[in-house]
Nanobody, 126 residues
Framework: RVQLLESGGGSAQPGGSLRLSCAVS????????LAWFRQDPGKEREGVAG????????QYADSVDGRFTISQSDNQLKLYLQMNSLVPEDTAMYYC???????????????????WGQGTQVTVAA
């Protein structure tokens, strides 16, 4: 299993930026993809951005494309989400996840992921 620990959440004003981090540890060969998801109370968890660590190939949700950037540290033990031009609709609990993704499209599907962090809250408000 893989252990994931998020940090970096908090509050920001519309138009502002936040950077989330996720520390990855455990049995590395058990996964081939990492991703960020978010969830508002009463709503389904949605994929925000995903990456294949070995190739660096990424996928973004339409709602964040051009504003958010997913990246990883050189040793692939840290996952990041740089969030710019934040809007109130970005308010949610953000989760880091590890799994096995059969295709690029699957990078944003909860069904591909088996290991999840505890989440970090992001609130965007004036």
């Amino acid at each position: 299993r893989v252990q994931l620990l998020e940090s970096g959440g908090g509050s920001a004003q519309p138009g502002g930026s936040l950077r989330l981090s996720c520390a990855v540890s455990g049995y590395v060969p058990s996964y081939n993809c990492l991703a960020w998801f978010r969830q508002d109370p009463g709503k389904e968890r949605e994929g925000v951005a995903g990456i294949y660590p070995s190739s660096g190939l990424t996928q973004y949700a339409d709602s964040v494309d051009g504003r958010f950037t997913i990246s990883q540290s050189d040793n692939q033990l840290k996952l990041y989400l740089q969030m710019n031009s934040l809007v109130p609709e970005d308010t949610a609990m953000y989760y880091c996840a590890a799994g096995v993704c059969a295709s690029r499209r699957r990078l944003l599907s909860t069904d591909s992921f088996t290991d999840w962090g505890q989440g970090t809250q992001v609130t965007v408000a004036a």
